[in-house]
């Protein structure tokens, strides 16, 4: 079983949508959760991070946690062709505020914004 | 906000030969980084944990001997490839956990490998 399982897409929605990203992990001690974007030949970048249940909003992105269903997903509301990109799902086992574990990636998320 | 700087951005080079990248912590000490490979349309996979004055960790299943890492300073990781051959083109990025950013992952802007 893969550790951090994604959707590859790619993922089609309408300018001024709502984009829903959806990513599950296997293991349970998973504490903290990340949600990067990917330009095609690019490095990622950070776009939200949660670690607590429930939601966690930062402008036009919500990042949501369930650690009992062990899911985590990212909402993008008022979609925009800029943000048509690869969207990474990352878990690592460390506490926020600490450790130094590299990440575990998902393979990503292809969203395609139409105009 | 921390910054973490790769090079070089590209670089081709001949089966057989080695060839080193660095990854450098511009505004912050790192006294760990991240060195990840992706292959296209694939995911980031992490290689080795580089840990300051002290050997790499390496992940299983990556060769130690054919990915160099030295971490010598605070602020500098190099990664060699050596010996390259076609199968090592790759996109590697290099990663860095910033003290003043709880477990936030900091990425250079990677390093694309060609080997003719």
């Known amino acids: 079983q893969k550790e951090v399982e994604q959707n590859s897409g790619p993922l089609s929605v309408p300018e001024g949508a709502i984009a829903s990203l959806n990513c599950t992990y296997s293991?349970?001690?998973?504490?903290?959760f990340f949600w990067y974007r990917q330009y095609s030949g690019k490095s990622p970048e950070l776009i939200m991070s949660?670690?607590?249940?429930g939601d966690k909003e930062d402008g036009r992105f919500t990042a949501q946690l369930n650690k009992a269903s062990q899911y985590v997903s990212l909402l993008i509301r008022d979609s925009q062709p800029s943000d048509s990109a690869t969207y990474l799902c990352?878990?690592?086992?460390?506490?926020?505020?600490?450790?130094?574990?590299?990440?575990?990636f998902g393979k990503g998320t292809h969203l395609i914004i139409q105009p | 906000g921390a910054v973490v700087s790769q090079h070089p951005s590209r670089v081709i080079c001949k089966s057989g030969t080695s060839v080193k990248i660095e990854c450098r912590s511009l505004?912050?000490?790192?006294?760990?980084m991240f060195w990840y490979r992706q292959f296209p349309k694939q995911s980031l996979m992490l290689m080795a944990t580089?840990?300051?004055?002290?050997?790499?960790?390496?992940e299983q299943g990556v060769e130690k001997d054919k990915f160099l890492i030295n971490h010598a300073s605070l602020t500098l990781s190099t990664l060699t490839v050596t010996s390259a051959h076609p199968e090592d083109s790759s996109f590697y990025i290099c990663?860095?956990?910033?003290?003043?950013?709880?477990?936030?992952?900091?990425f250079g802007a990677g390093s694309r490998l060609t080997v003719l």
């Open positions: 949660i670690y607590s249940n």
């Open positions: 505004d912050f000490q790192a006294t760990t």
């Open positions: 580089s840990n300051e004055g002290s050997k790499a960790t390496y």
């Open positions: 990663s860095a956990y910033s003290r003043s950013g709880a477990n936030v992952l900091t």
């Open positions: 293991d349970r001690v998973s504490q903290s």
């Open positions: 990352a878990v690592n086992k460390r506490e926020s505020g600490g450790g130094a574990d590299g990440l575990t």
